[in-house]
């Protein structure tokens, strides 16, 4: 069974910082590339982070420098960290395959997601 949950997730004030966790399961977890995408209100779903098997990482250009990600292959477990944090983060923040992973009816599954926002 494919799983994604995601948490950590809150209410902040600018310049504060959250660390995210997701718990995936090993079908989508191990050997892939996993990622952090995050979808602000009217906004499409973007990528922000990623990690490979060898714990190369990856980053947007608007959280570099900002957000480390990192995992725990014992757990099955990704993780967000996100330090000086401003109001334009606020968002939905998934885990996920990087790419998605896809459902066998083609459509990308996604977990709930955690929300994050940033007051100014």
């Known amino acids: 069974q494919v799983q994604l949950v995601e948490s950590g997730g809150g209410l902040v004030q600018a310049g504060g910082s959250l660390r995210l966790s997701c718990a995936a399961s090993?079908?989508?977890?191990?050997?892939?590339?996993m990622g952090w995408y995050r979808q602000a209100p009217g906004k499409q779903r973007d990528l922000v982070a990623s990690i490979t098997t060898y714990s190369s990482t990856g980053y947007a250009d608007s959280v570099k420098g900002r957000f480390t990600i990192s995992r725990d292959t014992a757990k099955n477990t990704v993780y967000l960290q996100m330090n000086n944090l401003k109001p334009e983060d606020t968002a939905v923040y998934y885990c996920?395959?990087?790419?998605?992973?896809?459902?066998?009816?083609?459509?990308?599954?996604w977990g709930k997601g955690t929300l994050v926002t940033v007051s100014s």
């Open positions: 996920n395959r990087n790419p998605p992973w896809r459902g066998p009816y083609g459509s990308d599954y």
């Open positions: 090993g079908s989508i977890f191990s050997g892939n590339v």
